[in-house]
Structure formats: C-alpha cells, structure tokens
C-alpha cells in the first residue's frame, strides 16, 4: 500500500504542479514586451544599450565596458519567446544549450564590468561601489549556487530562464546604480526609468523560480546535465 501511493505522488508532480500561476506568466510577457523596447532607449543624454553596443558613446568614450554593459539588454528578446512558450504549455527544448551558453557569457561581461569597481578604478563612492558589487556578484552567485546545487532535478525550462534572467537582472542593476545620477531630463533617460519599474517583477519571477528548485522533489524531470 505505501509504495502504491509513493507511485501515485511522485507522478503527480508534473511539471505544471511547479508553474507559476497563470497570472503571473501571462504578465512576464507583458513585462519582456516592454523591456524589448530597453535596448533602443537611453539610460544617459543620447546613450542607449544599442549605442553602447555599437560604441557610439558621446564624446567617442565608447569602450569594451559600454559594450558589455549593453549587450545583455538584449537578451530580453529571448526571455520573451521563453516566456511566451511557457504560457502556451509549450516543451522548450531546441536552443537551450545555446541559450544559456549566452547566459553563461553574459554573466562572464558583467563580472569583467565589475572589474573596475573592484579595483576602485570606476571613479564611483565606495557606497555606489559596495552597491555595484553587491547586486551584480550577489545576484549571480546565488543563481548559479542554486542550479548548480539542484542540477540533476532542475526543470529544463526553469534552467533556462533562471540563467537568461540571473545574467539579465546581474548587469541592469549594476547600471541602474551607476547611472542613478547621470545628468539630463526624464525623457533623455527614459531607459533608466523603466527599467527601474520593469527589475522589480522581474526580481520576483527570478526568486519564484529559484524558490521552488530549492525544495527536494521524489523525481527528476529532464536533468540537464
């Protein structure tokens, strides 16, 4: 009798027993509509993540920090096909090794980025540098200590998404301090201001996912390594 029931509740853990509710997921895609529009809108007077990416930086300052500081905005792109698949039910199987191999790289730009707030060469307070630090390292070291930890049993999506986010989320708030007080009107910092709107439900998607892989569960469902 016992082992019957076992059988009976370790297949009712699905994998939608662990989903976020559909509230939820069908607001992420509202949220990585909007944050598609981040890369094209300046965070500082006539600098966007784009500008920054292709070096087109005022006063021909652009450099490899404004590229790597831009470019992971740009993995709101594929945040939001995620996102729109998991609302749809849809197995996310192609492209996950790619995908979080850009994750992975990503992560890798922002820990360089952080590099000269480490060696206190970023002309920043040490409060604004303390901050810097402690959200970007802060947010992708405990994601990666959670997937690490709960590999053989992480959901495939949640694996994949939590990666793209943790790169995501790492780096947006490493620029939201640093350009905290740049000069300019709202409308020249349009970036800024919605970001700062934007990383909050994004933040709670990011625990929800974290949360929820860091409870043992009887089975595994499509280990990724």
Known sequence: MHSTSRRIDVASESPESFSLP???????????????????????????????????????????????????????????????????????????????????????????????????????????SFTVLSLGFGILLVSAAVIIFRRRSILVQDLCISTLLAAYLANASLCLVVYASAPGAASTRSGWFVTVVLVWPMALELLFLLARNIRPRHNAFAPFF
């Open 22 to 128: 559909y509230w939820f997921r069908s607001l992420t895609i509202v949220i990585w509509l909007a944050a598609c529009v981040i890369p094209f809108l300046p965070f500082a007077v006539s600098t966007s993540p784009l500008d920054a990416v292709l070096l087109h930086v005022p006063g021909n300052q652009g450099n490899w920090w404004h590229f790597l500081a831009g470019l992971p905005f740009f993995l709101s792109f594929p945040l939001l096909w995620l996102s729109i698949q998991t609302l749809l039910g849809s197995k996310i199987e192609g492209g996950i090794r790619l995908l979080t191999g850009f994750a992975a790289l990503s992560a890798l730009g922002t820990t360089l980025v952080e590099v000269p707030f480490l060696l206190h060469l970023a002309g920043t307070s040490a409060w604004q």
